[in-house]
Each structure stands twice: as C-alpha cells, then as structure tokens.
C-alpha cells in the first residue's frame, strides 16, 4: 500500500497506543496502527501531528484534549469495516485539524467541543464507497465559548449499489457569540443504484454569529467530460480525473503526505 510505503521512508515513529499518551515536547508525527480505545492530552503550548491508521474491523473509541493555545493534526484513515467515535475537547486559543478518509466499508463519527475562547477547528473529510458499501460519516461541532472559529468540508463519491451518509451538526450556545462556522457537504453519485444521504444542521442561540451549512448531491458534469473527451480522453478517463479533482483539496494541504492519500483516494476510485 502507498501510505505504509510512505510511512516506512518517513520519519515518523511508530508508537504503541497506551490508556493515555501525553504529548508534550517533540516535532516528529507518530503512527498509531490499529490502535485499541485511546485518550490522548496535548500539552500546553505543544505543537503535535498523529497518523491513525485502522485496518481492522474493531469498533474504536478516540479522546482528544487540547490544552490552551496547543495545536494537533490528526489524519484518520479507515481502510476496513471499522468504527471510530473520537471527542475532542478544546480550551482556549487552540487549533485542531482533522483529516479524515474513510476507503472501507466504515463508519466515523467526530464531536468536537470548543470550550475556550478563541479556539478553533478544521475537519476535512472524504469517502468512497462501492460495490455494496455502507459509509457514513457525521461531524457535531459544539461552541461553548465565544470567538471560536469551526469549518467542516466532507465530501462524498458513491458508485455501484453503495450508501454514503453524512450527518452533520453545529450547535451555539447562548453565551458563544462572534462564532465563526461553517459546514458543507458536496457528494457525487455515480450511475442510478448508488446513493447518498447528506443532513447538515445547524442549532443556535446566540445573536451575533457568522454561519452557514450547505450540501448538494448530484451526478458528474456532463460538459466537463465532454470537454475532456474532445481533447482525446477516454470518457472513463475524464470522469476519473474529474472525481480525483473533486476529492483532491480534501487532502491537499497536506504536502507529500496528502499527495500519498490523493493516490489512496484515486486507486479506490478505480475500483467503481
């Protein structure tokens, strides 16, 4: 596989999961491979990066707190029939990214709670689903505190007889205004048995907030591979590169890494 190549040519090390990892000083990643139930603390003003792999079919549970003004990317990929339900609890002046890919017939579900003052989230998701495949993913972004910032973009390809499911949440609470959310979900249905069911919602009370949902669920742009096709590719060849487009700035500002999880994303593609 790609990714395990990638990994073995990086320095990245491989840590054996705990009850509870403590990150502190220290800028390498660290890969977590098949890892059981886990809690994870960033320390205070830490800087730190985790690759979760999961190849099994276990049902997984993930705790993450974000000590004031600390920063943490996880990238999450789901590659067999598993389950993952991660809370992320952050304070004040924190940043997290997640980027989550789901290539199994999996299931991932995200809660984050932003506490602090200034906090903010970033979740990029992507799956693709075939064959007979049942994906979903759902994302609840909670804001508890005021000036915190959150952006979810998920998006979705199902071919085949395949179920994709996005639900998503975001809730404000009365007390957090000048919050700052979005949340989008784009999905892509290829031929007429596959199917995706996306449910962005939002829930506020406070007044003085920016927010914003939105999902689409639809079928190739026909023009686009007519375009294509005019200039000499195959009509499987521009749809392909069509999808690759659309899934790629999931992943995208992840350097090398997101270009590996690009040629993930593509090689399943292959597969509807």
Do not use: W
């Not at 979810?152 to 957090?176: C, P």
């Amino acid at each position: 596989m790609a990714l395990l190549d990638y990994i073995k040519n990086q320095s990245i090390d491989t840590a054996a999961a705990s009850s509870v990892i403590t990150l502190a000083e220290g800028g390498t990643a660290e890969l977590y491979l098949n890892p059981n139930d886990m809690s994870v603390e960033v320390s205070e003003q830490q800087s730190r990066s985790l690759i979760i792999l999961h190849q099994t079919d276990d049902a997984v549970s993930l705790s993450v707190d974000v000590a004031p003004f600390a920063n943490i990317r996880i990238v999450e990929v789901l590659l067999g029939k598993g389950c993952v339900d991660c809370m992320v609890r952050q304070q004040a002046g924190s940043r997290c990214e997640i980027y989550t890919i789901l290539l199994g017939d999996a299931m991932a579900d995200y809660t984050i709670d932003l506490n602090g003052k200034e906090a903010s989230n970033m979740l990029r998701g992507a799956f693709v689903a075939g064959g007979d495949e049942r994906q979903r993913m759902g994302v609840r972004v909670n804001h508890f505190s005021s000036d915190c910032q959150s952006d979810s973009l998920i998006k979705g390809v199902a071919g085949g007889k395949a179920l994709g499911e996005f639900n998503g949440m975001v809730y404000v609470a009365q007390d957090a205004q000048r919050t700052d959310a979005r949340q989008t979900s784009r999905n892509i249905e290829i031929g007429r048995e596959a199917h995706i069911v996306t449910k962005p919602q939002l829930e506020i009370y406070a007044d003085d907030v920016k927010c914003s949902h939105g999902a689409t669920v639809g079928q190739l742009d026909s023009e686009a591979v007519l375009y294509m096709r005019q200039r000499g590719l195959s009509e499987a060849q521009a749809k392909r590169l069509q999808i690759e487009g659309f899934l790629k700035d999931v992943v995208m500002s992840l350097g090398e890494l997101g270009e590996v999880l690009a040629e993930e994303l593509t090689a399943k593609l292959e597969t509807l």
